[in-house]
């Protein structure tokens, strides 16, 4: 009975043995053969179906660089803190920036750097942003800066590309006349997008009627789908110098960034088909 069991299992061995070669045979033979139209990165390509045994060359993207224009700080609030702003512009209609990586030097009076600060973020074709660094340590208060875009990972968008709908409505600023802090902004988001988002990011931009650059402040919003509205509000906890005439609201979302997107819902949407 022994043998009978043992011939059996060495049969079925036998079989799935010549069962496995049979569907190998099969895939091997109608697995098509790496090319240079496959549209996949293969063989000794330096791209997609470019470059290596292709005898397509592989496009290079030249992108302009960032253009940074008005930058400066202003007391944070907290003693020997200071708040920096960079305005920066992409000239690229058709390039975005998925990650370029700066750098802040506060600078005294004789050129020597006082306090430094590092940073990332991303910037889309045509856009013009800020970036806001806060609370940065500083022994006295900055002479000049000195900001400057090290590298940029630039990806060209050759279709169709759509950005996050965000709306800033009912947006204002007010000084408090009492409690613990000096004045207030606020304002309600409106997700007008039809995809649900997991961090948006929300910065304060407080001018005086000349245009300059008096506060700054931010804040995170997670978990916010479409269709939603959310109120916010941000805090002053001191007096600081000037006359506020325009409050400026700038919200973002990392469209490059998978985790920007609540995970549940989240595939690939139009505007990262780049």
Not at 183 to 211: Q, T, V, W
Request: hydrophobic residues 35%.
């Amino acid at each position: 009975m022994e043998k009978t069991t043992r011939k059996k299992i060495i049969i079925i061995f036998i079989y799935l043995i010549l069962f496995s070669l049979i569907i190998f045979g099969f895939y091997s033979y109608l697995k098509p053969n790496p090319s240079c139209f496959d549209k996949i990165q293969n063989q000794n390509e330096q791209g997609v179906d470019c470059g290596g045994v292709c005898q397509k060359k592989c496009h290079k993207i030249k992108a302009q660089n960032l253009i940074v224009g008005k930058t400066g700080a202003v007391p944070s609030g907290v003693q020997g803190k200071y708040d920096f702003y960079a305005q920066i512009t992409n000239p690229n209609t058709v390039f975005g920036s998925k990650n370029f990586d700066y750098s802040i030097n506060f600078k005294d009076s004789s050129g020597q750097i006082v306090a430094s600060k590092n940073g990332s973020s991303f910037i889309l074709p045509g856009e013009k942003k800020y970036i806001v660094a806060t609370d940065i340590s500083a022994p006295n208060t900055p002479a000049s800066f000195d900001f400057k875009i090290i590298n940029s990972d630039w990806v060209e968008f050759n279709n169709y590309y759509e950005s996050p709908n965000i709306e800033i409505v009912n947006k204002n600023y007010n000084e408090i006349s009492s409690g613990a802090n000096f004045s207030e902004s606020k304002g309600l988001l409106k997700n007008n997008s039809p995809y649900d988002f997991n961090l948006i990011k929300i910065e304060i931009i407080l001018k005086d009627a000349d245009n300059n650059v008096l506060a700054l402040n931010s804040t995170e919003m997670r978990t916010v789908n479409s269709g939603e509205q959310r109120d916010f509000s941000l805090f002053w906890p001191n007096r600081f110098p000037g006359s506020v005439n325009n409050m400026e609201v700038q919200s973002e979302v990392n469209i490059f960034n998978s985790d920007a997107f609540l995970k549940k819902f989240y595939k690939t949407e139009k505007f990262q088909q780049y």
